[in-house]
Nanobody, 122 residues
Framework: QLQASGGGLVQAGGSLRLSCAAS????????MGWFRQAPGKERDFVGY????????YYADSVKGRFTISRDNAKNTVYLQMNSLKPEDTALYYC?????????????????WGQGTQLTVSS
């Protein structure tokens, strides 16, 4: 199970960190992704971190502003979001993918958290 948290209301230019806590003892065997979905839009890839945290990938829209990290001892993955823009407003989801291959494809992820809302005001 994945539990995302940390969402809220932030002014444009501000920062926020999302967390995603996983239950179980196999967290380190999963690559972790972050996705977001704005109202009326599809769920889009935001970023991904490999099982050991050695590799990260980002959508062009967040590159240089967002940073993914993980603490396998705490079974938690983080999404640090800086220089936030109103267009970052969305419901943010974390997802876990077994194996080593990076993907942005939603159905290739094995489990999903419930989502946490970020609203960025202008």
């Amino acid at each position: 199970q994945l539990q995302a948290s940390g969402g809220g209301l932030v002014q444009a230019g501000g920062s926020l960190r999302l967390s995603c806590a996983a239950s179980g003892r196999t967290f380190s065997t999963y690559g972790m992704g972050w996705f977001r979905q704005a109202p009326g839009k599809e769920r889009d890839f935001v970023g991904y971190i490999s099982r050991n945290g050695g590799s990260t990938y980002y959508a062009d829209s967040v590159k240089g502003r967002f940073t993914i990290s993980r603490d396998n001892a705490k079974n938690t993955v983080y999404l640090q979001m800086n220089s936030l823009k109103p267009e970052d407003t969305a419901l943010y989801y974390c997802a876990a993918k077994k194996g080593v291959e990076f993907t942005t494809v939603l159905y290739e992820y094995d489990s999903w958290g419930q989502g946490t809302q970020l609203t960025v005001s202008s």
